[in-house]
């Protein structure tokens, strides 16, 4: 009696494990399937926050930083100028105011001899030799300034021609053809060779010519062409 009692509590033992062992399996895949899931979310939220800050961020435009050659402005193309006018342009081309051979040069660095004052003097101009009475004539365009009769060099006319420039005739022998204010013209005759020139009485007749220069002689020769 006992034997058989003892099979039905067996078989409901096996039963109750089978079961145990059922829902034991059950519970370990759900289990599984659970983190499975975990892990599949959380390795998409990796994925996106990696994604996120692998996106480029906006390049920023960075303006050119100007360079010397951007800021040196190029030069303007210059603008030619028309040659100044020389001063030698501007002097009247003199004529030589008598005919005749120049026998005493201009020197005022060097003392020259002096026949009649017997002595070596400097000499401000040219001694033109002619016979007497030979026409002078204004060496270039100009005005009568001074018509006087000089101490030392006897009747004397000058005439002023612009930019600082005097010819001066000396040894003359009349003041009677031109007047102070007079405008001569170049060859005009202005007076003839005389020998008034008192420091000069010994020498044979000639015109005594200057040129200044804003007061200071120069050697006339350099005007005459």
Same mark, same amino acid.
């Given at each position: ?29 759900? =289990? ?58 501007? &002097? ?40 007497? @009475? &030979? ?14 009769? @000089? ?15 005097? &010819? ?5 022998? &009349?003041?009677? =053809? ?35 220069? @804003?007061?200071?002689?120069? @050697? ?6």
């Amino acid at each position: 009696m006992r034997l058989n009692n003892k099979k039905p509590n067996d078989r409901v033992a096996v039963a109750l494990v089978l079961c145990f062992c059922v829902v034991a399996i059950a519970s370990i895949f759900t =289990m599984r399937s659970n983190f499975s899931q975990f892990d599949l979310d959380h390795d998409d939220k990796i994925n996106i926050a990696q994604e996120e800050q692998q996106e480029p961020e906006e390049q920023k435009v960075i303006e050119p930083v100007p360079t010397v050659d951007s800021t040196v402005k190029k030069p303007e193309p210059a603008v030619e100028k028309p040659p100044a006018k020389s001063q030698k342009s501007a &002097t009247p081309a003199f004529t030589i105011p008598v005919a005749g051979e120049v026998s005493k040069e201009f020197s005022v660095e060097i003392p020259i001899y002096s026949l009649t004052l017997d002595q070596y003097i400097i000499h401000s101009g040219i001694d033109i030799q002619a016979p007497a @009475d &030979t026409p002078v004539m204004a060496a270039a365009d100009g005005t009568v300034t001074k018509v006087y009769n @000089d101490d030392k060099l006897g009747i004397t006319i000058e005439i002023a021609h612009g930019n600082g420039l005097v &010819t001066k005739y000396s040894n003359l022998s &009349t003041t009677k =053809m031109v007047e102070e204010g007079d405008v001569v013209e170049k060859g005009q005759v202005i007076s003839g060779i005389g020998s008034s020139a008192l420091f000069e009485s010994l020498e044979a007749p000639h015109l005594h010519f200057e040129v200044l220069k @804003d007061g200071v002689a120069i @050697d006339p020769r350099s005007f005459i062409k």
